[in-house]
């Protein structure tokens, strides 16, 4: 059982929405009748791939950006990415007037690339299967000095994307269940705190893929516990390989139930989103909702929420992966 108290609580979210308000886009809340009436419930998903930069990440970057001093912005920003992240981050960066860096793996979806690009980043490869990411983004620092933003293992982050559940509660009050997308807890970390502390009856669910189960594995065990490879899975945006430290001290407390989904489920749900409500969504993206719709956790009449956490996968990808 975890007893570190948790890294970040409401305040700071409430804070890191004043602070991206100027920036970040309020996404409208999908209610479907059709996904409604395939779990008889009410179901409300959250359509981050309408974001600034098509992900949930644009929140956490811009936060954590915005909360730097004028030096340390100066100073330049280094994170690691699949891809989300590190768009976020590159753009964020932009509209505060710094450099970003950007350690991306060599197979990261050439659009993630492209736009990481875009938006004027240095990207640095490395092999997501043999090189430790942190310790090449730690390397970079040695040489150009900056200040290192993970993608999930930081407060600024992790509030910034909690604003994701503060729009959510906002918007649909009195939810029954809160279904997350989970990949290193950012996300999840900053939901699960809004949850608990505005609607605490909320049941809230993180949904990670099968091959990445480390949440899982980490709740089974009482502790953090690190998967031995990089998940093989269609969802590159949840590909780590454990928890990380800030990130558990919330959502092992805050999170009611961790699950895992199958690439097959995934794909299932990004083309019943297309199909029905014409929404491109990522794998990463649709997993929380593949849970809502394939684990039977949704009783009757329940008030469901879902996160939608991105949008951003190419034409070819999505074709073929909706094709199979």
């Known amino acids: 059982m975890n007893t570190t108290t948790p890294a970040i609580e409401l305040a700071d979210v409430e804070a890191a929405a004043e602070r991206i308000a100027p ?10 009748t059709n996904l409604s009436r395939r779990v008889d419930a009410q179901v409300f998903c959250k359509a981050e791939p309408l974001q600034r930069t098509g992900s949930f990440k644009f929140r956490g970057a811009t936060n ?20 989300n992240h590190g768009q976020a981050i590159s753009r964020a ?15 990261a979806p050439a659009m993630k690339r492209a736009a990481t690009e875009h938006w004027g980043a240095d990207i640095i490869e490395y092999d997501r299967y043999s090189q430790d990411r942190p310790a090449v983004a730690a390397q970079v620092h040695a040489q150009r000095g900056g200040v290192i933003i993970p993608p999930f293992n930081h407060r600024d982050v992790m509030a910034g994307q909690g604003t994701v559940g503060l729009e959510l509660f906002d918007q649909v009050p009195d939810l029954d269940m809160l279904f997350v997308c989970l990949g290193g807890g950012g996300l999840l970390s900053g939901c699960s705190t809004v949850a608990k502390a505005i609607s605490p009856s909320t049941i809230v669910v993180g949904v990670e893929p099968e091959a990445g189960d480390d949440h899982v594995r980490s709740r089974e065990a009482g502790h953090i516990v690190a998967l031995d490879e990089v998940p093989r899975t269609i969802a590159d945006g949840q590909q780590t390989l454990a928890p990380g430290e800030l990130t558990w001290s919330v959502t092992s407390v805050r999170c009611d139930e961790f699950t895992t989904v199958s690439d097959d489920e995934i794909v299932s749900t990004m083309r019943l989103l297309f199909d029905h409500h014409k929404l491109v969504v990522e794998p990463s993206g649709a997993s929380a909702l593949a849970a809502v719709l394939h684990r039977g956790l949704v009783k009757p009449g329940m008030r469901v929420g879902v996160t939608l956490s991105g949008g951003n996968i190419d034409l070819a990808t999505f074709a073929r992966l909706l094709g199979n």
């Open 23 to 32: 920036f970040a886009i309020r996404t409208p809340i999908i209610e479907s």
């Open 64 to 83: 954590s950006i915005a909360a730097l001093s004028d030096d340390e912005r100066a100073a330049g920003i280094i994170t690691f990415s699949s891809g």
């Open 93 to 107: 960066a932009g509209l505060h007037g710094c450099k970003a860096t950007v350690v991306m793996p060599t197979d």
